[in-house]
């Protein structure tokens, strides 16, 4: 596996695997690297010959007072995962690299950026777009892999890489969880135990909620209920939001009757934590 930092060689790499007739493949990541990442990996492995992982804390998708200087750099363990799980290469670009100065250009796409964590995240959308945009540019990939975890995310990019035509199959891995129902974060880490215990409540009350959907139930108003509910019993926990919308436009929905994403934010102590389930109605 080939591991590099310079564009010039990532770009020439990726342009020999096309030459060869060999098909390319990438998963943008931040490093700090779990399980729930690997998944990625190997989806790509399957989809593809040659799969690029970038590793790449993107200073421009953090807003003020987010954790862009504490967040949690392991390239080397990184590395050695992603090689396990069949990676071709990673590529570990400096910012400079990404934007060289006298960069001054921003992808932005309206409308599902503007709700859910758009609310609280201002600019966050922008800078991965724009560094999603970069990354394609310089990969030039057939296939490109994202988690499910952030649902927002996988819409936003889908949407821009098919109004900017990019070429770009965009493919959703599912999202992978702890034994406790806990879904895989690197930033995980930063919770204390009691926290870490009660974070299992969010899948708790995710699970409650698309439950008494299969029952019958489809006011969404009653199953965002049945979330709050649950994660009202933890202590640590401090709900930003729980809402239902369409998994396509992000449109808010207010009865189950056709599949419904139910996404949420929540506060364990100090860290934010994003999970959601797709709910569907009783067949």
Not at 44 to 65: K, L
Not at 244 to 253: F, G, H, M, N, Y
Request: charged content about 20%.
């Amino acid at each position: 596996m080939i591991v590099t930092d310079s564009e010039k060689t990532i770009s020439t790499l990726c342009s020999s695997w096309r030459a060869e007739g060999l098909g390319v493949g990438l998963v943008p990541t931040m490093g700090a690297l779990h399980q729930g990442h690997l998944s990625l990996v190997k989806t790509a492995v399957a989809c593809v010959d040659r799969v690029v992982v970038s590793i790449f804390v993107n200073p421009t998708q953090f807003a003020a007072g987010e954790d862009l200087d504490r967040y949690p750099r392991t390239l080397e363990q990184d590395c050695e995962q992603v090689e396990k799980a069949g990676a071709s290469a990673v590529f570990t670009p400096a910012p400079v690299t990404v934007y060289p100065k006298g960069f001054s250009s921003e992808v932005r796409v309206s409308g599902i950026t503007e709700g859910l964590c758009g609310v609280y995240r201002p600019g966050h959308f922008n800078g991965v777009t724009t560094v999603c945009s970069v990354l394609f540019g310089i990969v030039r990939p057939e296939v490109a892999v994202f988690g499910m975890k952030d649902a927002q995310q996988l819409a936003v990019v889908r949407r821009m890489v098919d109004d900017l035509r990019m070429g770009v199959e965009i493919v959703a891995a599912p999202i992978v969880r702890e034994s406790d129902g806990v879904a895989m974060s690197s930033r995980n880490r930063y919770l204390s135990a009691t926290e870490r215990k009660q974070a299992a409540l969010i899948h708790k009350g995710l699970k409650k909620a698309a439950s008494l959907c299969r029952r019958g139930e489809n006011s969404c108003a009653v199953l965002r209920q049945a979330f709050l509910q649950t994660v009202s019993s933890g202590s640590e926990l401090r709900v930003q939001y729980a809402e239902t919308v369409d998994p396509d436009t992000l449109l808010s929905v207010e009865a189950v009757e056709k599949t419904v994403l139910l996404a949420v934010a929540v506060f364990a102590g100090k860290t934010r934590l994003i999970d959601n389930v797709l709910i569907k109605p009783e067949v």
